[in-house]
C-alpha cells in the first residue's frame, strides 16, 4: 500500500536525452509537489500543483516540464538533459496547499546523466 | 531569503548516548517548523511539527524538539539513541502567509549510532 510512488527508482541516460519520471499518490491528496536533491543532500522544491493547476514553479530550467494529468499523478519531463541535472528527485503530495500542513515523500528517483 | 541551516553535517554517537541536533532559521515572521527523517533506503518521513502552542513539541520514537522564537532555533533532540536510529535528519521550515505551502530545507545531518 505505498502511499506516493515514483517510477523508475534508478534512471541512467546520456546528455541531450529526454526522459520522464512518473509519481502517483493515492492518499487523497489534492497537492502534489517535486523536489531536486542534490549530491550534497540539499533538498530544493521545483514545482507544486494543486488540483492539477500549478501553484509553485521555483527558477528551474524550462526543459523541465511537470504535467498533472489528474489530482493523483504528477509527472516529470526533462529535455536535453545536462551533466548538473544528476540528482534524486522525490515526489511529494499533502492533503491541500494550505501551509503547515505534513507533506509525504516518495521513495526518490536517482537520476544520472553520463 | 528564507534559509535553513544544520549545523552539524555528520553526527557518531554510540548507543545510549544523548542527541541534540541544531536548526536555525532566518525569517521574521510566523513560521511552521518540521523534522524529517530519511532512513537508509526509505522515503523521507515526518518525525514532528510546530504549528503553535507548546514550544516542546514531541514526536515519534522518542524524538521532541524546542522551538525557541528569540533565537530562531528549533533543535531535535533525543536522550538515548539506538542504532536504529542512524538516518539522515532534515529541518524544514514553511511560512505559515505564503497562502501555498513551500518547504525550505536545511542541508541535513547525517547521524551514525554505534551499537
Known amino acids: 500500500d505505498t502511499a506516493v510512488s515514483q517510477t523508475p527508482k534508478y534512471l541512467v541516460t546520456q546528455m541531450g536525452n529526454d526522459k520522464s519520471i512518473k509519481c502517483e499518490q493515492n492518499?487523497?491528496?489534492?497537492?502534489m509537489y517535486w523536489y531536486k536533491q542534490d549530491s550534497k543532500k540539499f533538498l530544493k522544491i521545483m514545482f507544486s500543483?494543486?488540483?492539477?493547476?500549478?501553484?509553485i514553479n521555483e527558477t528551474v530550467p524550462n526543459r523541465f516540464s511537470p504535467k498533472s494529468p489528474d489530482k493523483a499523478h504528477l509527472n516529470l519531463h526533462i529535455n536535453s538533459l545536462e551533466l548538473g541535472d544528476s540528482a534524486v528527485y522525490f515526489c511529494?503530495?499533502?492533503?491541500?496547499?494550505?501551509?503547515?500542513?505534513?507533506?509525504?515523500f516518495g521513495p526518490g528517483t536517482r537520476l544520472t546523466v553520463t | 531569503a528564507q534559509s535553513v541551516s544544520q549545523h552539524n553535517h555528520h553526527v557518531i554517537l554510540s548507543e545510549a548516548a544523548s542527541l541534540e541536533l541544531g536548526c536555525n532559521y532566518s525569517?521574521?515572521?510566523?513560521?511552521?517548523l518540521f523534522w524529517y527523517v530519511q532512513y537508509p533506503g526509505q522515503h523521507l518521513q515526518l518525525l514532528l511539527k510546530?504549528?503553535?502552542?507548546?514550544?516542546l513539541v514531541k514526536g515519534i520514537k522518542g524524538f521532541e524538539a524546542e522551538f525557541i522564537k528569540s533565537k530562531f532555533s528549533f533543535n531535535l533532540r533525543k536522550p538515548s539513541v539506538q542504532w536504529s536510529d542512524t538516518a539522515e535528519y532534515f529541518c524544514?521550515?514553511?511560512?505559515?502567509?505564503?497562502?501555498?505551502?513551500?518547504?525550505?530545507f536545511g542541508t541535513g545531518t547525517r547521524l551514525l549510532v554505534s551499537p
Open positions: 500543483y494543486n488540483n492539477k493547476e500549478l501553484i
Open positions: 511529494a503530495s499533502s492533503q491541500d496547499s494550505a501551509s503547515g500542513i505534513e507533506q509525504y
Open positions: 524544514a521550515v514553511n511560512l505559515s502567509n505564503t497562502g501555498f505551502q513551500k518547504l525550505v
Open positions: 525569517y521574521g515572521g510566523t513560521v511552521n
Open positions: 510546530y504549528f503553535s502552542g507548546d514550544p
Open positions: 492518499l487523497g491528496h489534492d497537492t
